[in-house]
């Protein structure tokens, strides 16, 4: 949608749902460390990345358990999301940074051991070409010790594979669903997403990991594509978005997409099934042309 006269005609003929969400954060989280609330329990459930170890296998809103609520599959239609409510009243979870990722495909439990393994392709990358900006986080399934390094080989968004991305450090925070390489001090960790290679912006499919040690956990390796940032700034009121005003563009939720968030909260949270983030999506969709 490119104007507000498509918006209100959205809303004029009843093109538009409305869904709550409640994520509860129940593992504890380091200051300024990543965390992806997909696998923390909820409304949308948990999911824990379940799948042959090693082996790509493909995300959606149909095959696990929704995700965030934004209506569905809706043929012949294109959905956006137009409005975004948040809330908390855990004082140590305010302020942070909430993302909102189209999960793809992961390739779940692999071993930190030394070496080189390798990725078996069962499924291929739904809903997006690489060349829209997909995305690599990797994600702590099973504790590590951390401190270590990885490097992850990946075919590009022209389909060049052999691709290597920098070696990223590994932080030592010990949470389930930790993203293994965020760190706001540790040299070497280098952010939520992982670095391409010089003049990549894309990903089509991971081809290898290498660590540089041994360590005792595993990792899955989630291809996503970002979809919207957003800020919970206090713990009084709710952060409320409208996002044709706020960001000028309303974000496309491709059919089936499996939308959830990663958190970066500013302070330490302490786990509990008491610390809530509760909100509401509306969602708008028009006929293609």
Aim: proline letters at 4%.
């Amino acid at each position: 949608m490119r104007t507000q006269s498509e918006i209100n005609d959205a809303y004029n003929a009843g093109r538009v749902i409305q869904r709550s969400f409640t994520k509860n954060v129940t593992v504890s989280t380091v200051a300024g460390v990543a965390q992806d609330l997909s696998g923390v329990p909820g409304n949308p459930v948990a999911q824990y990345y379940l799948g042959a170890a090693n082996t790509s296998t493909a995300m959606s809103y149909l095959s696990n358990n929704k995700g965030l609520d934004c209506g569905g599959t809706m043929e012949g239609y294109q959905k956006f999301i137009h409005e975004i409510r948040l809330q908390t009243t855990i004082s140590t979870i305010a302020p942070s940074v909430l993302e909102i990722y189209d999960y793809l495909m992961f390739y779940p439990f692999n071993e930190m051991t030394a070496g080189v393994l390798a990725m078996t392709q069962a499924d291929i990358l739904p809903r997006y070409s690489a060349r829209d900006g997909v995305q690599m986080m990797v994600v702590e399934q099973n504790p590590y010790v951390g401190g270590g390094t990885f490097q992850i080989g990946y075919t590009n968004q022209d389909g060049v594979s052999g691709r290597l991305t920098p070696f990223v450090r590994i932080n030592t925070a010990t949470s389930a669903g930790t993203i293994a390489s965020s760190s706001p001090t540790l040299s070497g960790a280098t952010g939520d997403l992982i670095p391409l290679q010089d003049n990549d912006y894309g990903v089509q499919q991971v081809d290898s990991i290498e660590f540089s040690s041994d360590d005792v956990g595993t990792v899955a390796i989630v291809l996503v594509k970002p979809i919207v940032s957003l800020f919970l700034y206090e713990n009084t009121a709710p952060s409320e978005y409208d996002l044709w005003f706020h960001l000028g563009v309303l974000p496309e939720i491709k059919n089936d997409a499996y939308l959830n968030f990663v958190l970066k909260s500013g302070q330490a949270i302490t786990g509990s099934v008491a610390n809530a983030i509760q909100g509401r999506i509306t969602a708008i969709w028009k006929q293609i042309t």
